[in-house]
């Protein structure tokens, strides 16, 4: 492949986390790509622990690995030629991924383009680069807004009771207007208010 077909569309660095919240776009059968906020996701920079790893051995070739970033899991998948030269990749390896998001049977993965070891602290490198990258370009927002905000969050959660209660991702997905870090803050508030409570990790509930 050239430079310049690598070139057509960016390579977006993200989390493994942010990925899983995208929503698959298709033309009809067919996947174009992951729709997250105001990004067309077709290309991926990612990096992350291999935590599982399946090939084959009959006549039809591909590897299977499973990526972690500590935000979540996502399949990577090559499949024929190109596989065999992922074979050599080992469970617990720290690698940085490129390859085109695919979408199948209701499965999000990464068709590899390239795979590369690289020291384990990269993980947390990339991670620290994309909460300052986030942080950087999160518009500024006054405490009028933020009030605003804070009520937003409570109503959302409050309609959410019938259903058992809403994920943080789906509320920092909802409220595109603020960055993830400026909801967390004001989640953090009505836990510690006893305003909302949290019955396991990333689940929210109204306790009044």
């Known amino acids: 492949m050239t430079d310049q ?7 977006f660095k993200l989390r493994v986390g942010e990925l899983l919240l995208g929503k698959p776009i298709f033309d009809q059968e067919k996947f174009l790509f992951l729709e997250l906020g105001n990004k067309k996701i077709s290309r991926v920079n990612l990096v992350g622990n291999i935590v599982d790893k399946y090939e084959s051995e009959g006549e039809k070739n591909y590897v299977f690995l499973t990526l972690d970033d500590g935000s979540g899991q ?5 499949f024929g ?6 074979k ?6 720290t690698v940085a ?12 993965y990464v068709q590899p383009e390239i795979i590369k070891e690289m020291d384990s602290k990269y993980l947390l490198i990339r991670k620290l680069e994309l909460e300052k990258d986030r942080k950087e370009h999160a518009p500024k927002i006054e405490k009028e807004e933020i009030k605003a905000l804070k009520d937003k969050i409570l109503d959302e959660i409050k309609k959410a009771e019938n259903e058992g209660g809403m994920e943080t991702d789906k509320i920092i997905m ?4 603020a960055s993830p870090d400026i909801i967390n803050q004001e989640i953090k508030k009505l836990l510690e208010e006893g305003i909302i409570f949290e019955p396991r990790p990333g689940k929210l509930r109204y306790l009044g």
């Open 5 to 11: 077909q690598f070139k057509r569309n960016i390579a």
């Open 74 to 78: 996502i399949k990577i998948k090559s």
């Open 81 to 86: 030629d190109d596989s065999k030269k992922f």
């Open 88 to 93: 050599n990749l080992t469970q617990g390896q």
């Open 97 to 108: 991924i490129i390859g085109t998001m695919r979408n199948w049977n209701d499965e999000t």
């Open 174 to 177: 909802d409220f595109r207007e």
